[in-house]
């Protein structure tokens, strides 16, 4: 937004390098809102990031495709979890006998919630999570577990009281929540789309089918411990050491800390 737009003009005022993150497929997003042709939205998402020195993306997959649509010196930034804070309850990662089938993530019409919804499961459903559908979501699906927004010690025992997650987006670049379940021993059931494809095994750590609840069903099988296993990879210290890979360093050779923010300022 405002802020993105505004670094990037002080950058390439004072020579400063800089790098850019591609976290979301904005254009889609925006698709979804307002009549806006794509290629009008992403000549927009070039301007921004093809000044920089490198774009971070989340997925091979993903650095693919935006090279393919022009986008220029494309890195790879895998996301971290916190695997301290999500973890199985004390002595205990046999999700089987978790009651819940759970979603976490913004209740927004790009996540596809209702595919989700709609699926008629052996057990009860819970979303974890704020957003603009929430309440239109409630009404329409009464059975359904709405716990709002949580964070911390409280979400990580949600989603210690569930057995799968599914996570029924079909344009999210990674789904770093699909990690944050995986560190709790969750299975997670998805659509073979790009971001699940980043993280997921079939028959390993969860899976993927064009029919959703089959992926589900099939989670069933998953050993939690696998899950828990693949999660821990992706450490926040490795994720950083990936970031400090991609920054610009040459930057602090000629300028001074102070020097560039009074030069910012």
Known sequence: GPLGWAARRTCLRIGLPYTTSYHTRFPEYVRMRLPLPLRLSYSVMRRFHNRGQCIMVSSSQLK???EQKGFHNVSLWSRGVDTELFKPAEGEINQRERPYFTYLGRV???????????????????????????????????????????????LVELLNQSRVF??????????????????????????????????IINGHNGWMHDDLKQAVVNCLDIDGQ??????????????????VSNLCFEAFEFTSAGHLFAEAA
């Open 64 to 66: 693919q495709e935006m």
């Open 108 to 154: 927004a019409p790009e996540k596809n919630l209702d595919a989700f919804l709609d699926l008629d499961l052996p057990g009860p459903k819970m979303v974890i999570g704020d957003g603009p559908l929430l309440e239109i979501l409630k009404g329409r699906y009464p059975k359904t577990r709405f716990t709002g927004f949580k964070k911390g010690r409280e």
């Open 166 to 199: 599914v996570f029924p987006s079909l344009t999210d670049t990674l789904g770093v929540v699909q990690l944050e379940a995986m560190a709790c021993g969750l299975p997670v059931a998805a659509f073979p789309v790009d971001g699940p494809k980043s993280l």
């Open 226 to 243: 696998q899950c828990r296993a693949f999660a821990m990879q992706f450490t926040w210290e490795a994720c950083t050491d990936q970031f």
